[in-house]
């Protein structure tokens, strides 16, 4: 019996996290959509590309809105529950309310382990090549700049041409093996080859430069060079380490690769644990949403519960954007900007479970 009331609440809670999800999706593919379309409104293109990029990038958006979705899965779970009689069904079994948001908070966090191990890869190949088809039609410089295993990649577009530059990695506003390759009215002119340079204000100072110049085939050699370009570190830092398009895995498995890019250590070791996070964060929402709606067994004052609920929610984003500007100024460790909101609700939970279980 005991199966089989489980499975009846995890099937139930499932098919009302599910039909969330979904909700979320539409909702957000029909906001996106109207994005891509004005993004691509002076171009001659199919109306299919807005929708494929549309997909493509939405999906990302649910995983980080992940907790908030079991939240209100949870919460009208229970409501559910409370209304139709069942819980009080279920109780007759010798179940207390703290084992049935025990039996939904420990398969949300089941799920939470599925959306970062099986669903993660493939959100983060979808929103790779959301970037890199998106940056086949950007005129903006913030589609113009790209990472990957051939190292870090800028394309500059000025009135005369365009340039395009290549280096190994990126440290410490230091790029690193450079090449750049200069393009004036369409004709490749100028080659330069570079083993440094310092790019925390534009023009970069350049070390041991080789000039090529391609139409006269000549070549010149210079200890410093002044670059000039319209990017610089900050810049470069804030829009090509997009981690999305990295998967938990690879996180992982490639962290010293990806360091030796040009991603920091504290920007890989605050993705990394915002994704071990995510399904403590999954687990805790249930038992925040379970005190919330089945602490009371008045049903009158469901409506009361729901809004202070609602509140409470977002006043947990709210502090965990808080939390995370906090580590991004380094007055805390990003590690612990990560982890202070959930330090947080279980303390709150903690408490609020003893209110469940009295019930």
Request: glycine letters at 2%.
């Amino acid at each position: 019996m005991n199966n089989v009331i489980n499975k009846y609440l995890i099937i139930k809670f499932f098919k009302i996290f599910t039909i969330t999800v979904l909700i979320f999706l539409s909702l957000g593919i029909i906001l996106n959509l109207f994005e891509e379309i004005e993004f691509f409104k002076n171009l001659n293109l199919s109306f299919a590309l807005p929708i494929i990029l549309s997909l493509s990038y939405v999906p990302t958006l649910i995983i980080e809105l992940l907790p908030f979705i079991i939240f209100l899965s949870s919460m009208y779970c229970f409501l559910n529950l409370r209304s139709s009689k069942d819980l009080l069904s279920i109780k007759i079994f010798g179940y207390s309310n703290l084992k049935i948001v025990l039996i939904l908070s420990i398969f949300s966090f089941f799920l939470g382990l599925l959306f970062l191990f099986a669903i993660n890869p493939i959100t983060s190949s979808l929103v790779k090549y959301y970037e890199t088809e998106k940056a086949q039609y950007s005129r903006d410089v913030d589609h113009l700049i790209a990472v990957n295993k051939n190292g870090v990649w800028v394309k500059e577009i000025n009135d005369s041409g365009y340039k395009i530059v290549n280096a190994a990695s990126l440290n410490n506003d230091v790029l690193k093996d450079i090449s750049i390759y200069v393009f004036t009215n369409n004709k490749f002119t100028t080659r330069i080859e570079a083993k440094s340079a310092q790019i925390t204000n534009s023009p970069w100072l350049m070390k041991k430069v080789h000039l090529y110049n391609i139409l006269e085939s000549s070549m010149v050699y210079l200890e410093d060079y002044e670059f000039k370009s319209t990017n610089n570190a900050e810049k470069i830092n804030s829009l090509y380490k997009n981690l999305n398009t990295i998967s938990f895995f690879d996180l992982i498995l490639n962290y010293s690769q990806l360091n030796k890019k040009g991603y920091p250590k504290k920007l890989l070791n605050k993705k990394i644990n915002e994704a071990a996070a995510l399904p403590v964060f999954l687990f805790l929402m249930v038992i925040l949403a379970a005190i919330f709606t089945i602490g009371s067994l008045k049903n009158k004052q469901n409506f009361y519960y729901i809004l202070i609920s609602i509140f409470t929610c977002v006043a947990i984003f709210y502090f965990k954007d808080f939390s995370m500007a906090l580590g991004q100024t380094e007055k805390i460790s990003l590690s612990l900007s990560v982890w202070m909101p959930l330090l947080l609700i279980s303390l709150f939970c903690s408490i609020g479970v003893i209110q469940i279980n009295e019930k």
